[in-house]
């Protein structure tokens, strides 16, 4: 499973528990457009409600409750070094309170609405989603719109806030594997914003203030596109009204709709990266960038991340857990964000046998990148990707997370048939082409490590070929 605060793997940070397409023609205007009319029991509606917003709705008439979320294309990616975290501290601070709800307030509605408010925060996006019963859809959409667009950012909760998130980067710092992700973000992108930790770093999180959040905010927020989800008992109509009334006035008129754009560069060669810790294992994250994938390509990388590491079946699990009992913790990773992504490997292991298991990883993601595919093999994990996908559509949290995640991201609203046939089309030759292209410099790979030696955790890095320069130690 992958997640994001810095890179991959950790999919972003969350303030509460976090929850963490464009349709066939192009919105104009304030017209309704409809997706494939298999995607959903109703099509999905988009309208444009005001420049760079996008309301997408899709009804389910059985549904009793409403899954709503707001996404917000804004996140570190956009900050400046001096401020880096500002987007995940503002996604804190949202929480405690804004121009209509006072501190606690919006904690105490959403309990009272028997609904939980959650929110995450990732390179490019701030989100807020909750599932609520349809005669509280109003309030909540009310409630998550003044928080986005009117926060109190009170100088005491700003320092509160500041705290609690340096207490989040210490329990980061003191879990290595965790730790390992983040460092892996540095390696990937050198040079680059979208190398920083999305929680920013301890001198800077220090450094923030109510003026500089605010600043972040206005000027982010002013232009930002912004995509609202809404699946379940839900009145198209109504939401689009009621998400242009909460616009604030200093919304710009210059906004424009999400696209394929990407934003930032990906910064210097890949890097290696060793930090001496005390651990009682060593962690290692080997990483390649991907600039970017649509259609058959991405299909492609979520079969190679279910082949490689994904699931019990996976080539890594089964060789390095199940055959070699090297580790316990052994996966791949996959990352798309907007143009831009990562793929590659993590493993965990005791010092005395770090050797033999990046020997093994680095070997068998090689046979991997060489074309060593057996016909079997691609078939179970087109079937575990289509799966997964099939069973993410069987709620209206999972439906609207696919909605704002394809419109937020530029990609069109296509019917489930669509992509379903997409990874049906990933045959041998073609996951093949896609691993050779992404696995087949493994030299060149980024490369995060936390051992509690650092000199020999190098040396077993060197044995295997991941030799990448390193550019850190500590």
Do not use: N
Not at 10 to 24: E, I
Request: contains cysteine; negative net charge.
């Amino acid at each position: 499973m992958v997640v994001a605060v810095a890179v991959v793997r950790v999919a972003s940070t969350a303030t509460r528990a976090t929850t963490t397409s464009r349709p066939d023609r192009v919105s104009q205007g304030s017209a309704d457009i409809t997706g494939g009319s298999g995607f959903a029991a109703g099509p999905v509606q988009v309208t444009s409600v005001a420049p760079g917003v996008l309301v997408a709705t899709e009804r389910l008439p059985w549904a009793r409750a409403v899954a709503l979320s707001a996404t917000i294309v804004a996140g570190s990616i956009d900050e400046s070094a001096p401020i880096a975290g500002a987007a995940h501290l503002i996604e804190h601070l949202l929480f405690r309170g804004s121009s209509r709800y006072g501190p606690g307030a919006v904690d105490r509605l959403f309990d009272d609405l028997g609904a939980d408010l959650s929110a995450s925060t990732d390179r490019c996006q701030t989100q807020l989603s909750t599932w609520v019963m349809a005669e509280h859809a109003s309030k909540a959409v009310d409630a998550i719109s003044d928080v986005i667009w009117r926060p109190d950012m009170r100088e005491s909760d700003v320092a509160q806030e500041r705290e609690i998130v340096l207490e989040e980067l210490a329990m980061i710092e003191d879990a290595p594997e965790e730790l390992t992700f983040e460092l892996l973000g540095d390696a990937l992108y050198p040079d680059s914003p979208l190398g920083r930790p999305v929680i920013g770093r301890r001198e800077t999180i220090a450094a923030l203030d109510t003026a500089a959040l605010e600043s972040f905010h206005r000027d982010r927020y002013a232009v930002a596109p912004v995509v609202w989800a809404g699946v379940g008992a839900v009145d198209h109509d109504a939401l689009c009204a009621q998400v242009l009334a909460d616009l604030p006035e200093w919304r710009s008129a210059d906004a424009a709709d999400p696209t394929d754009d990407r934003r930032g560069e990906l910064g210097g060669s890949p890097q290696r990266i060793v930090v001496e810790r005390q651990s009682e294992q060593v962690h290692v994250a080997v990483g390649v960038p991907i600039p970017g994938a649509r259609g058959k390509r991405r299909a492609a990388l979520q079969v190679l991340d279910a082949l490689v590491g994904g699931p019990p079946s996976s080539r890594l699990f089964q060789e390095i857990r199940e055959r070699r009992g090297l580790a316990y913790s052994v996966s791949s990773f996959l990352e798309l964000q907007q143009g831009f992504g990562a793929f590659g490997a993590y493993v965990g292991t005791r010092p005395e046998r770090v050797d033999v298991a990046l020997e093994v990883l680095a070997g068998e993601l090689r046979r991997v990148a060489a074309g060593d595919l057996a016909d079997d093999d691609v078939t179970w994990a087109r079937r575990h990707v289509a799966g997964r996908m099939g069973l993410s559509l069987e709620t209206a949290g999972g439906r609207a997370a696919l909605i704002a995640g394809r419109l937020s991201t530029g990609q069109p609203i296509v019917d489930p048939a669509t992509l379903a046939a997409e990874v049906a089309a990933i045959d041998r030759e073609a996951l093949g082409e896609v691993a050779a292209e992404t696995l087949g410099s493994l030299d060149q790979a980024a490369v995060a490590c936390v051992a509690p030696d650092a000199a020999s955790a190098s040396a077993a890095l060197d044995a295997a070929g991941l030799a990448t320069a390193p550019v850190a130690a500590g």
